[in-house]
């Protein structure tokens, strides 16, 4: 069965840093794209930061050069160092896994509270 653990959020004053985790089991990991998402209450959710199978990534405009995603292959696990974290970032923020001719994948989600 293929599942995503995320872990790493709390509560941070504006300005603070948080580094979320997102274990994966059951999945081939190494060929898959990994992504962060997130989703405030009554917002749709939205893309913040991906990382292909070859290591390309992508960001979201609004966390570009302030967010960080990473992959360690070994570990089956993804990181997204959050810099600089704004009250707008608070959300629930999602990992997911794809590979190609296959379901996406979601995490449960862990919560992420900036304040001002």
């Known amino acids: 069965q293929v599942q995503l653990v995320e872990s790493g959020g709390g509560l941070v004053q504006a300005g603070g840093s948080l580094r979320l985790s997102c274990a994966a089991s059951?999945?081939?990991?190494?060929?898959?794209?990994i992504g962060w998402y997130r989703q405030a209450p009554g917002n749709q959710r939205e893309l913040v930061a991906s990382?292909?199978?070859?290591?390309?990534?992508n960001y979201a405009d609004s966390v570009k050069g302030r967010f960080t995603i990473s992959r360690d292959n070994a570990k089956n696990t993804v990181y997204l160092q959050m810099n600089s974290l704004k009250p707008e970032d608070t959300a629930v923020y999602y990992c997911?896994?794809?590979?190609?001719?296959?379901?996406?994948?979601w995490g449960r989600g862990t919560q992420v509270t900036v304040s001002s």
């Open positions: 997911n896994g794809k590979r190609p001719l296959s379901p996406t994948y």
């Open positions: 059951g999945l081939p990991f190494s060929i898959a794209t």
């Open positions: 990382v292909s199978s070859g290591g390309n990534t």
